[in-house]
């Protein structure tokens, strides 16, 4: 069966142009640099964000793990948004990879408050780890997909400067940003020193982020790679896609962002369903269906007779995510099942 799959934008397949290049890819053993796709790949993502060097990684996980690792040492502090996926679904890995601890932000609706980043900064003190990071997440998942303005993100960089601390970015979704600020992806990158973004999410790549940075940096980050056991032999079958990736599905990310916002719309209207519009800026839509009296799991159960997929949990939040493949037909197609759920009740 053909499902509506709005659980996540990772469940995107390769397009039928990825899958031509991926066949025609020329490949080497990348872990002696030799294989050309990738390293095409990785000039181009250097250039696109306005850093010197770049390296592929395996998910986007590994990439913001690796970026720790590099950027810290055991026993120092990181600071971070209180929500970020660094610190929600990455298995505990800055604690087990890189021995540091952290200090969980509050922030407004994901975007942090640039004097509580400066005020959780730990003065020289016997008692106090050092701070050697600061994670910012672009768009922001769990708030909603909701995007850091280019202003916070410069005030933050700045009071990281004044205070020689680098700016890790989980920028998986930078290029929703962009396209929502309706800026250029490197006017974000500039305003941290490493930034990850995913090439297996919006973007419909197979499998694969990318970690950008100095050339110091990625030369680090390609260690602890190959540490974490993602040195990759003839990756350009990966890259090849991640190619199509960054030349022409960045391009048309605002799809998703206005069928995100014509679900929204719909949705708005449910009884029982809340969510806040304001939140909805990107391809994420993110709900309390408490009014309706079901969980998460217990509306994922009925969608799914309806042919649509959404996670859901023994809780009252439900995300739906749009993506490539989801198109706006589907989208009435999933207010018309919700409602006449929602009716049954
Ligand atoms: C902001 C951000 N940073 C990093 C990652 C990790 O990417 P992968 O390790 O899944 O490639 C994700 C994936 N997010 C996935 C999703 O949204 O379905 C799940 C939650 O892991 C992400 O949303």
Not at 31 to 54: I, N, S, W
Not at 93 to 113: H, M, P
Not at 128 to 154: D, F, Q, W
Request: hydrophobic share 40%; charged share 25%.
């Amino acid at each position: 069966m053909q499902y509506i799959d709005l659980r996540s934008d990772t469940v995107t397949v390769p397009t039928d142009e990825m899958r031509e290049a991926m066949y025609k890819a020329e490949v080497g053993d990348d872990v002696y640099g030799e294989d050309p796709t990738v390293r095409k790949l990785e000039e181009m993502a250097a250039e696109m964000l306005g850093k010197e060097a770049a390296l592929l990684v395996t998910s986007g996980t590994q990439g913001n793990q690796v970026s720790v690792m590099t950027h810290t040492h055991p026993g120092e502090e990181i600071i971070v948004e209180e929500n970020c996926h660094i610190i929600t679904y990455e298995v505990g890995g800055i604690g087990y990879l890189s021995g540091v601890q952290t200090k969980a932000l509050k922030s407004n609706k994901g975007v942090l408050n640039p004097e509580d980043v400066e005020n959780a900064i730990r003065p020289k003190d016997i008692h106090y780890p050092v701070t050697s990071l600061i994670c910012l997440e672009n768009t922001h998942n769990r708030a909603g997909g909701t995007v850091t303005p280019i202003e916070i993100m410069k005030e933050i960089y700045e009071i990281a400067k004044n205070h020689n601390i680098p700016v890790h970015l989980d920028g998986a979704r930078i290029f929703n940003a962009a396209t929502y600020l309706k800026v250029d992806v490197r006017e974000i990158a500039k305003y941290a020193d490493s930034v990850m973004f995913c090439l297996s999410k919006g973007l419909c790549a197979p499998i694969g982020s990318v970690v950008v940075g100095t050339k110091d940096f990625i030369e680090k980050a390609r260690k602890y790679r190959k540490m974490l056991g993602g040195g990759m032999r003839q990756a350009g079958f990966i890259a090849a896609a991640g190619i199509v990736a960054l030349e022409k599905m960045t391009k048309r990310l605002q799809e998703d962002h206005d069928n995100a916002r014509f679900l929204a719309e719909g949705l708005k209207d449910i009884p029982g369903i809340n969510l806040d519009l304001e939140t909805v800026q990107t391809n994420i839509v993110m709900t309390d269906i408490s009014g309706t009296g079901m969980t998460g799991k217990e509306l994922s159960l009925k969608l799914k007779e309806y042919g649509i997929l959404i996670n859901g949990g023994n809780d009252f939040a439900v995300r739906f995510v749009t993506h490539y493949y989801i198109s706006k037909k589907d989208i009435e197609k999933t207010l018309d099942a919700i409602e006449k759920i929602a009716r049954q009740l």
